[in-house]
């Protein structure tokens, strides 16, 4: 490129320099760096002690919870139990850093919101290891649910620790939080005859310790919201949680849950939460919605690093063992754990699973009087039938039907073997084998003969004394038969005179209006194994909830009596 000065007449080329590869010299040091380095010379020189700075230094990116503990048992003996330490808290007005406490009786509940690796699940572990800690001198228990990454079930070993729920267990869900509505009633009724209006209250009042403090951890609230508030079947799970959120404070049970969203909370649940722990946001126009300054925290912020929400004041929240590296944190929970049984800590309630075998040595022979039908999964406990009526045994094939049958027939014998029992169904049939029958029919003449022989006994009432049991397998097989009149009449008898008949068939066999069938069905009262969620209406006219075939192991079924129905547990027969 040329470069000319333009003027009348020829123009005048630049003297453009050629390039010169050399480099400047740096500069020496500024005036102000050799003045503070003399100054430190002189300093050291004359033996100066550093003089006292007029701030403290930045929070940690970390503390150890175990060297915070000490710290928080030099508050009273009161307050000690009623704390939970949190973290440290910066406070530059007062040029001091300092514990901060979760105190549930005061701040209520507690949610802590932020984005996935900022700490959540951390703050709640710090939480049940800072309670575990008091239960040495307070009893407190802690149950978890956890939707999230299983950040909480490093959790289970330590005593005070009943149990942690995946969020999809709805079997221990609603045990848990159908328990804890009951023991929020029964606290409801103790505390008002003590006049007693919080736990710390009560204790002082009546001198009793031993009632424990309930802290129910939720981790994942948007998951859990998205399972149980939108399903019509656990929307009533869902309303049990918002009144332990709303009731639970006064009377000692209290929920600490984590969410990424600030709207993952609804506005009518938000109401009963009265503490927010705010960690970094993936968002920065969530802080606004959470009400704290967008400036406190950023995306450099380290894991743990919070504030409250409406204050300013920063907050790293601790972790035992000072170590984010989880494996080192379950190590030293499993170790505390161990030191906690040493010491006799008491164990919480667990909740417990219905399982998935029983012996029939495993249940009574009767229940309050009755048979045992086996045990419910709402109650844990064994639950009896009526041995009256008509009662239907479906499902679809290979589900456990012929099983389920020949226990009926098992419990009504343990129940009282002077029953007499009369068998109609195919010979080739397991329980046409079971030497229990006072008389059996395999084919319409034997069911003609039978007939003849028991109808008058049917037709008597049965009283006081239990009556006759007559028992139908492969119902479907005797429709358009011969021997279908004599069965229908069989059955009529039997459920106008109180005695009992069992039918079989596949769920499609009773769907049919034939006469022998509806005498049956129409008592609606049965049990379908291995259930559908159709079953309910279309059997017994009576809505199931939304089931999984998958969760219904061999024996496991919905009882229904008197348009109730329940899921149970059926013994496996000798």
């Not at 009662?391 to 094939?397: E, I, K, Q, S, Y």
Request: aromatic share 6%; net charge negative; hydrophobic share 45%.
């Amino acid at each position: 490129i040329d470069i000319e000065w333009l003027s009348f007449g020829a123009g005048t080329p630049w003297e453009i320099p050629a390039a010169t590869t050399s480099r400047p010299k740096p500069a020496g040091p500024k005036d102000i760096t050799r003045i503070v380095d003399s100054i430190r010379a002189a300093a050291a020189t004359a033996g100066l002690p550093l003089p006292r700075k007029p701030w403290l230094p930045d929070l940690a990116p970390s503390y150890d919870l175990d060297e915070l503990l000490p710290l928080s048992l030099k508050a009273s003996r009161e307050e000690a139990m009623t704390a939970l330490v949190l973290g440290v808290m910066d406070d530059p007005a007062n040029q001091a850093q300092h514990p901060v406490f979760w105190r549930p009786d005061e701040d209520g509940n507690l949610a802590i919101y932020g984005a996935s690796g900022s700490g959540k699940s951390a703050a709640l572990r710090t939480l049940a290891i800072a309670a575990c800690i008091i239960a040495k001198t307070a009893r407190i228990d802690v149950y978890g649910f956890d939707c999230g990454a299983s950040g909480l079930a490093m959790l289970e070993p330590l005593p005070p620790v009943g149990a942690i729920i995946d969020g999809s267990d709805q079997e221990r869900v609603g045990r848990l939080l159908r328990r804890l509505a009951q023991t929020l009633d029964e606290r409801a009724a103790t505390f008002a005859a003590a006049r007693a209006g919080s736990l710390p209250d009560y204790r002082r009042i009546t001198g009793d310790a031993a009632l424990p403090r309930i802290v129910l951890l939720i981790d994942g609230f948007a998951a859990f919201r998205e399972l149980y508030e939108n399903s019509s079947e656990l929307a009533f799970l869902f309303s049990l949680l918002a009144r332990l959120l709303a009731e639970g404070r006064s009377v000692g049970i209290h929920v600490a849950l984590t969410a990424e969203r600030p709207n993952a909370v609804s506005t009518s649940l938000s109401a009963s939460i009265q503490r927010r722990l705010i960690l970094r946001q993936a968002d920065e126009n969530s802080y606004t919605l959470l009400n704290i300054p967008k400036d406190i925290l950023g995306s450099q912020s380290p894991a743990g690093r919070a504030v409250f929400a409406e204050e300013s004041n920063e907050i790293q929240v601790s972790v035992f063992n000072a170590s984010p590296d989880t494996e080192r944190q379950a190590a030293s929970i499993d170790k505390l754990a161990k030191s906690m049984v040493q010491v006799g800590v008491p164990p919480a309630p667990g909740v417990e699973r219905l399982p998935t075998f029983i012996p029939a040595a495993g249940v009574p022979a009767t229940v309050g009087g009755l048979p045992t039908l086996g045990v419910a999964e709402d109650t844990l406990a064994p639950v009896g039938f009526r041995a009256d009526g008509t009662f239907m045994v479906a499902g679809l094939p290979g589900s456990g039907r012929t099983t389920a049958l020949r226990w009926l027939v098992q419990s009504l014998h343990r129940w009282d073997p002077r029953v007499p029992k009369y068998f109609v169904g195919p010979a080739r049939s397991i329980l046409h084998a079971a030497g229990l029958w006072a008389d059996t029919a395999t084919s319409e003449a034997d069911v003609a003969a039978l007939s003849e022989d028991i109808l008058p006994l049917l037709e008597r009432p049965a009283g006081d004394h239990p009556g006759a049991v007559l028992v139908i397998e492969s119902l479907p097989e005797f429709l358009g038969s011969s021997a279908e009149n004599a069965l229908v009449a069989l059955i009529r008898a039997a459920r106008r005179s109180g005695h009992f008949v069992i039918g079989e068939s596949e769920t499609a066999g009773w769907g049919s209006a034939w006469p022998l069938i509806a005498e049956i069905r129409n008592g609606r009262r049965g049990i379908v194994v291995q259930p559908d969620q159709a079953d309910g209406d279309g059997l017994f006219r009576v809505g199931f909830p939304r089931v999984k075939r998958a969760d219904f192991p061999l024996g496991r079924g919905i009882v229904v009596d008197a348009g109730k129905y329940r899921t149970v547990q059926l013994p496996m027969p000798d």
